[in-house]
């Protein structure tokens, strides 16, 4: 009897211990992310890629609508069949509806191509914070923007810029830390 308390005991012990021994640290990933050198090339392959491709498409949108508007809105129309017409009508609500509804269709594009060109570029920060995490001993790393009360906890920003070889904002200011 005398064992099983004593190995209930040591038990608890060591499960307390392991609890207080997590540590737990935040990091705003997107700061991170904004502050990496690639960003500013991404940010202008984003503005050309809005330049040289979706501008061309609205324009071509506008220009196609305006096409068939002349075919069947004019006199020589009547050269086409009533079929041909019907078709080119429903082709002309179709690229209506697209120009009603570019801004949504432009921004999900870009969007889409940010997405694109950013994602290694948070697959390097996410490696470099499991490689501050390990070093470091962390067990639990909390997204400081998801969070409204943060747990006593390190700032790991300034650990994962020095890893990246990234200079902190002059304006960064370390928070939720409340050791």
Same mark, same amino acid.
């Given at each position: ?22 540590? @737990?640290?935040?990091? +705003? ?5 904004? !502050?990496?050198? =690639?960003? /500013?090339? *991404?940010?202008?392959? $984003? &503005? ?28 020589? @129309?009547?050269?086409? +069949? ?5 078709? !080119?009508?429903? =082709?002309? /609500?179709? *690229?209506?509806?697209? $120009? &009603? ?44 923007? /998801? ?33």
């Amino acid at each position: 009897m005398n064992k099983v308390k004593i190995l209930l005991i040591a038990a608890t012990l060591v499960v307390s211990t392991a609890a207080m021994a997590q540590k @737990s640290g935040y990091i +705003s990933v997107d700061q991170v992310v904004g !502050i990496m050198p =690639e960003v /500013a090339k *991404i940010d202008s392959l $984003v &503005q050309k890629y809005q330049q040289d491709s979706l501008n061309p498409q609205f324009a071509y949108l506008i220009q196609e609508y305006n096409r068939k508007d002349t075919m069947v809105n004019t006199k020589d @129309s009547v050269k086409l +069949s009533a079929t041909v017409r019907k078709r !080119i009508r429903q =082709e002309m /609500a179709e *690229i209506e509806y697209q $120009v &009603q509804n570019w801004q949504t269709i432009a921004q999900q594009s870009l969007q889409g191509k940010q997405g694109e060109l950013l994602e290694p570029v948070y697959r390097k920060v996410y490696v470099a914070l499991q490689q501050v995490a390990k070093e470091g001993g962390y067990t639990h790393v909390f997204n400081r923007e /998801a969070l409204l009360l943060a747990p006593n906890g390190d700032d790991l920003m300034p650990l994962v810029a020095k890893k990246l070889n990234l200079k902190l904002p002059p304006n960064y200011t370390p928070g939720f830390k409340t050791n």
